[in-house]
């Protein structure tokens, strides 16, 4: 099942997820749809299920650094989203 989910993010949160992009990786990419998806008068992050995959994806299984910190923002409230 495809379940977008809502994030409404802190101000400090906005600031680091909006961020200049340098690259073309996975990381970069994905940062780049996460920004497509955010509404900055709101604050608030749509996180589509391809997305959800990836940020749980590459802040478990990769080392940790600068991309991955700027998804840990997203990342902490994931567990609302398997209560």
């Known amino acids: 099942m495809i379940m977008d989910r809502k994030i409404e ?4 949160e906005l ?3 909006c ?6 990786g996975g990381f970069q990419g ?3 749809g996460l920004q497509r998806n955010l509404d900055r008068k709101t604050r608030v992050l749509t996180v589509t299920d391809e997305q959800f995959g990836r940020i749980v994806r590459y802040t478990s299984q ?8 700027r998804l840990e923002a997203i990342r ?8």
């Open 62 to 69: 990769y080392g940790w650094g600068g991309f991955e910190g």
């Open 19 to 24: 961020r200049p992009i340098n690259g073309q």
């Open 9 to 12: 993010l802190t101000p400090e």
């Open 30 to 32: 994905l940062l780049r």
């Open 15 to 17: 600031e680091i997820l």
């Open 76 to 83: 902490k409230n994931f567990p609302r989203f398997f209560a």
